[in-house]
Structure formats: structure tokens, C-alpha cells
């Protein structure tokens, strides 16, 4: 079992950006596929990144792509998202997730295992 913590939500401007970080205890990230979700008031959780368990794969959603950047470090158990050119449709809370099939990239929340408290992003206009 892994928990998960996320952290580095605040509020910035649009155009800014901004790292959040989610950092596992319990079980290497190695053993998991990483992935960022958020959800807005209102709407339905929606899957934003993630990485593979090798790193070698990466997905993003298309509001994202050319935005977003995710990434990990295996030895310090960490999984950053960089975001960038941060848009008040970005606005939700972020979550972290962690799922055992370390081969494939789910983007569907039921598909994740293991998942962190989340953390408040919001972009002003």
C-alpha cells in the first residue's frame, strides 16, 4: 500500500505557473503508473497527466498538452507537474493517483488505486 500526498496548490495569475508535487510513502513510486486528476466544482473528476512506472511513457489531456509537464523521481518518490501558461480553466483541486498496472496509462479515475487529499489550484484572470 502507498499513501500519497500532495502539495504546492495556491492561488497564481493566468499566464503564470506553478509546480505541484506528490510525494509517496509506504511503497516505491516504481511499483505504480502516476497520474494527476483534478476536479472543478461541479464537474466530474477528469484525468490531467500521467507517467508510467519506467518513466518512459507520459500522457496528457488535450486542455493540457504543450502546458502541463509531468515527471518522476523514483529515488526521492516524488511526481512534480509542472504547469505553465496557467489558464482560469485550470482552476480545481488536483489530485494524485497511483495505479498497480505499471504498464499502461489509465486515464479514468476508477482505474487508479491509491489516491492523495488533493490540493487547491486557483487561476485568477
Known amino acids: 500500500q502507498v499513501q500519497l500526498v500532495e502539495s504546492g496548490g495556491r492561488l497564481v495569475q493566468a499566464g503564470g505557473s506553478l509546480t505541484l508535487s506528490c510525494t509517496a510513502s509506504?511503497?516505491?513510486?516504481?511499483?505504480?503508473?502516476m497520474a494527476w486528476f483534478r476536479q472543478a466544482p461541479g464537474k466530474e473528476r477528469e484525468f490531467v497527466a500521467g507517467i508510467d512506472g519506467a518513466g518512459g511513457q507520459t500522457n496528457f489531456a488535450d486542455s493540457v498538452k504543450g502546458r502541463f509537464t509531468i515527471s518522476r523521481d523514483n529515488a526521492k518518490n516524488t511526481v512534480p507537474l509542472q504547469m505553465n501558461n496557467l489558464k482560469p480553466e485550470d482552476t480545481a483541486v488536483y489530485y494524485c493517483?497511483?495505479?498497480?498496472?505499471?504498464?499502461?496509462?489509465?486515464?479514468?479515475?476508477?482505474?487508479?488505486?491509491?489516491w492523495g487529499q488533493g490540493t487547491q489550484v486557483t487561476v485568477s484572470s
Open positions: 493517483a497511483a495505479d498497480r498496472r505499471t504498464w499502461t496509462i489509465v486515464t479514468t479515475a476508477f482505474g487508479y488505486d491509491y
Open positions: 509506504g511503497r516505491t513510486l516504481s511499483a505504480y503508473t
